[in-house]
């Protein structure tokens, strides 16, 4: 199965490649990687998980030559859940699995200047938020999204309005879920603003099938000398619940590597729908890569809980991953020719 993809996606790299150069491809490949990783999960309850397994994915946008107006988007990862993109190898815990969907396929439309609309499977729209506190960064939604960004002198710089429906977890195939674009149990309405010294922040409202939400964010720097390291603060209120939670994060880049790390909390009702790295809990967490060529990059994740009063999955998690880009390399290969 990885073979079989890899070959499908070096040929469609280098059809694009071969093509005259336009100002704007007619088909865009953003993402083409393979990766692997050992994972150690230790949940409260004191079971253990040791595992190897790999990851493919892809994304790209076909946008007509004749029609500048409209794309279409696709996203096709392993991973079997709304929560997993990642496949079992067999070596340690749990069975040999090979499952590659297309998770992503939406139609992308810009009749006007400033407005962006969208019907499909849908990513998550996050703002400043991460994946600790909104959804696992494979998640999918079925459904219509618009964004406006009105001119620079409107006081926010976008404002995005989604009506979809999020479920069919372990659905990741997007044709098994189409169905869902005549169903909804999610709305969502998401503001963002950059504000001067590289501050961003968002402002959210939704309504997912747990009751309302209200999400705030922001990311800015340090002054003075500490100024590239930046600071990120989340947070998310559950009205439904009266519970919350947060988490705060800094990174800061050291040539080729790449620091982030911080501490979260997420109460103990929150659906187990955020990064599955994180769950509930209070945790402190670090992530660390670094590039070791241009297109290969080595990365080592590891959390902690601390004083959680509650039974939660990931008490202790450890990561070692690569990942390789191999859309990135054969677009290198094509280019020396």
């Not at 790299?13 to 990783?37: C, I, L, M, N, Y």
């Not at 009749?111 to 990513?123: F, I, T």
């Amino acid at each position: 199965m990885l073979t079989s993809c890899l070959f499908a996606l070096t040929s469609l790299v280098f059809r694009v490649q071969q093509k005259p150069a336009q100002t704007t491809p007619w088909f865009d490949v953003q993402e083409g990687t393979v990766s692997a990783r050992y994972r150690y999960v230790l949940d409260s309850a004191g079971k253990k998980t040791n595992q190897v397994q790999d990851r493919v994915a892809f994304r790209g946008r076909l946008t007509p030559p004749s029609a500048k107006w409209f794309a279409l988007n696709i996203g096709a990862f392993s991973g079997t859940s709304f929560t997993g993109g990642w496949n079992n190898t067999g070596i340690g815990t749990g069975d040999y699995v090979k499952t590659f969907s297309v998770k992503q396929l939406y139609a992308e439309f810009l009749p006007v200047k400033g407005v962006d609309a969208q019907v499909g499977s849908l990513y998550a729209a996050r703002g400043q938020s991460t994946e600790i506190t909104t959804y696992d960064n494979d998640a999918y939604l079925t459904g219509e999204r618009v964004t406006i960004r009105p001119t620079s002198d409107f006081f926010i710089d976008s404002l995005t309005f989604t009506n979809a429906y999020v479920g069919d977890l372990s659905t990741p195939n997007v044709f098994e879920r189409l169905d869902r674009l005549a169903d909804s149990n999610y709305l969502q309405v998401l503001a963002e603003k950059t504000l001067p010294h590289q501050v961003a922040v968002s402002a959210e409202w939704s309504r997912p099938p747990e009751g309302q939400m209200l999400r705030g964010a922001g990311r800015f720097p340090l002054s003075g000398e500490l100024s590239a390291i930046k600071i990120r603060v989340e947070g998310y209120w559950r009205l439904h619940d009266d519970a919350g939670g947060f988490a705060i994060s800094a990174d800061h880049s050291f040539g080729r590597l790449q620091l982030n790390g911080g501490f979260a909390d997420v109460d103990e009702h929150y659906p187990a729908e955020n990064g599955d790295r994180y769950g509930n809990g209070r945790r402190f967490f670090a992530l660390g890569t670094v590039g070791v060529t241009k297109n290969l990059s080595m990365s080592s994740f590891f959390t902690q809980a601390v004083d959680t009063p509650f039974s939660i999955p990931v008490e202790r998690r450890f990561e070692v991953l690569a990942t390789y880009n191999v859309a990135g390399a054969v677009i290198d290969a094509v280019r020396r020719r």
